[in-house]
Protein backbone atom coordinates (compact mmCIF):
# COMPACT_ATOMS: atom_id res chain seq x y z
CA UNK A 1 0.00 0.00 0.00
CA UNK A 2 3.35 2.37 0.20
CA UNK A 3 4.41 1.99 -2.86
CA UNK A 4 0.62 3.14 -4.04
CA UNK A 5 1.00 6.21 -1.97
CA UNK A 6 4.28 7.15 -2.55
CA UNK A 7 3.47 6.19 -6.59
CA UNK A 8 0.14 8.40 -6.73
CA UNK A 9 1.47 11.25 -4.36
CA UNK A 10 4.16 11.74 -6.55
CA UNK A 11 2.18 11.93 -9.32
CA UNK A 12 -0.71 14.39 -8.19
CA UNK A 13 1.38 16.74 -5.62
CA UNK A 14 4.70 17.24 -8.31
CA UNK A 15 2.64 20.49 -9.87
CA UNK A 16 -0.26 20.67 -8.50
CA UNK A 17 -1.30 22.21 -5.05
CA UNK A 18 -1.06 20.85 -2.02
CA UNK A 19 -2.89 20.39 0.57
CA UNK A 20 -4.70 23.55 1.78
CA UNK A 21 -3.26 25.85 -1.73
CA UNK A 22 -5.28 27.72 -3.49
CA UNK A 23 -4.67 29.42 -6.73
CA UNK A 24 -3.45 32.98 -7.28
CA UNK A 25 -5.69 33.95 -10.44
CA UNK A 26 -3.58 36.97 -10.50
CA UNK A 27 -0.01 35.21 -10.82
CA UNK A 28 -1.11 33.21 -13.38
CA UNK A 29 -3.66 35.26 -15.57
CA UNK A 30 -2.47 38.93 -16.03
CA UNK A 31 -5.76 40.06 -17.30
CA UNK A 32 -7.48 38.59 -14.28
CA UNK A 33 -10.01 41.16 -13.10
CA UNK A 34 -11.74 40.74 -9.70
CA UNK A 35 -14.99 42.21 -11.52
CA UNK A 36 -17.77 39.95 -11.52
CA UNK A 37 -19.84 39.41 -14.24
CA UNK A 38 -23.23 37.55 -13.66
CA UNK A 39 -24.12 34.91 -16.03
CA UNK A 40 -26.24 32.59 -14.78
CA UNK A 41 -26.74 29.07 -16.16
CA UNK A 42 -30.38 28.49 -18.14
CA UNK A 43 -31.99 25.63 -17.50
CA UNK A 44 -31.96 24.40 -21.68
CA UNK A 45 -27.60 24.40 -20.94
CA UNK A 46 -28.48 22.35 -18.04
CA UNK A 47 -30.35 20.04 -19.98
CA UNK A 48 -28.32 19.42 -22.72
CA UNK A 49 -24.95 18.77 -20.08
CA UNK A 50 -27.20 15.95 -18.41
CA UNK A 51 -28.20 14.15 -21.53
CA UNK A 52 -24.23 14.18 -21.90
CA UNK A 53 -24.16 12.05 -18.84
CA UNK A 54 -24.01 8.49 -19.78
CA UNK A 55 -26.10 5.66 -17.37
CA UNK A 56 -24.61 2.76 -15.80
CA UNK A 57 -21.74 4.57 -14.62
CA UNK A 58 -20.21 4.07 -11.72
CA UNK A 59 -20.75 6.93 -8.98
CA UNK A 60 -18.57 9.02 -7.07
CA UNK A 61 -18.53 9.45 -3.22
CA UNK A 62 -21.90 10.73 -2.85
CA UNK A 63 -23.19 7.48 -4.64
CA UNK A 64 -25.22 9.45 -6.52
CA UNK A 65 -25.59 7.58 -10.43
CA UNK A 66 -25.99 9.59 -13.03
CA UNK A 67 -29.99 8.13 -13.54
CA UNK A 68 -30.67 9.12 -9.80
CA UNK A 69 -29.45 13.10 -10.76
CA UNK A 70 -31.75 12.85 -13.96
CA UNK A 71 -34.73 11.85 -11.70
CA UNK A 72 -33.80 14.88 -9.12
CA UNK A 73 -33.83 17.44 -12.18
CA UNK A 74 -37.29 15.83 -13.64
CA UNK A 75 -39.09 16.45 -9.83
CA UNK A 76 -36.71 19.80 -9.15
CA UNK A 77 -35.36 21.68 -12.11
CA UNK A 78 -35.74 25.36 -10.63
CA UNK A 79 -33.88 24.24 -7.26
CA UNK A 80 -31.09 22.76 -9.17
CA UNK A 81 -31.00 25.79 -11.51
CA UNK A 82 -30.66 27.88 -8.40
CA UNK A 83 -28.52 25.83 -6.56
CA UNK A 84 -25.88 25.81 -9.53
CA UNK A 85 -26.02 29.52 -10.28
CA UNK A 86 -24.72 30.47 -6.59
CA UNK A 87 -22.25 28.15 -7.14
CA UNK A 88 -21.24 29.65 -9.88
CA UNK A 89 -21.63 33.37 -8.56
CA UNK A 90 -19.76 32.39 -5.54
CA UNK A 91 -17.14 30.57 -7.62
CA UNK A 92 -17.70 28.33 -4.90
CA UNK A 93 -19.32 25.28 -4.64
CA UNK A 94 -19.56 22.30 -1.62
CA UNK A 95 -16.76 20.91 0.07
CA UNK A 96 -17.67 17.47 -0.67
CA UNK A 97 -17.91 18.20 -4.25
CA UNK A 98 -14.10 18.20 -3.70
CA UNK A 99 -13.71 14.55 -2.59
CA UNK A 100 -13.17 11.87 -5.37
CA UNK A 101 -12.52 8.16 -5.65
CA UNK A 102 -9.64 6.82 -7.36
CA UNK A 103 -9.80 3.39 -9.28
CA UNK A 104 -7.08 2.25 -10.87
CA UNK A 105 -7.67 0.23 -14.17
CA UNK A 106 -5.22 -2.22 -14.99
CA UNK A 107 -4.23 -1.26 -18.56
CA UNK A 108 -3.41 -4.72 -20.18
CA UNK A 109 0.25 -4.91 -20.43
CA UNK A 110 2.80 -5.20 -18.08
CA UNK A 111 3.26 -6.70 -14.12
CA UNK A 112 -0.08 -6.78 -12.71
CA UNK A 113 2.19 -5.74 -9.26
CA UNK A 114 4.11 -3.05 -11.26
CA UNK A 115 2.26 0.47 -10.78
CA UNK A 116 3.12 1.59 -14.58
CA UNK A 117 0.73 -0.67 -15.90
CA UNK A 118 -2.26 0.68 -14.20
CA UNK A 119 -4.16 4.56 -15.13
CA UNK A 120 -6.27 6.04 -12.28
CA UNK A 121 -9.49 7.20 -13.07
CA UNK A 122 -11.30 9.58 -10.59
CA UNK A 123 -15.04 9.26 -9.78
CA UNK A 124 -16.45 12.25 -8.58
CA UNK A 125 -19.77 13.40 -7.19
CA UNK A 126 -22.31 13.67 -9.91
CA UNK A 127 -23.54 16.78 -9.54
CA UNK A 128 -19.62 18.50 -9.17
CA UNK A 129 -20.08 16.53 -12.50
CA UNK A 130 -22.97 18.45 -14.00
CA UNK A 131 -21.67 21.76 -13.07
CA UNK A 132 -18.43 20.94 -14.96
CA UNK A 133 -20.32 20.04 -18.13
Not at 18 to 27: C, F, K, V
Amino acid sequence: MDMWARFLGGLFNSQGLRQGESLNLRSLVPSYSDEVVHFGFLKTEIELALGGMKNKKAPGPDNLQNEVVKLLWAAVPDEITAFLNVCLELGSFPHAWKNSNLKLLYKGKGGVSDVDSYRGISLCCSLYNLLDR
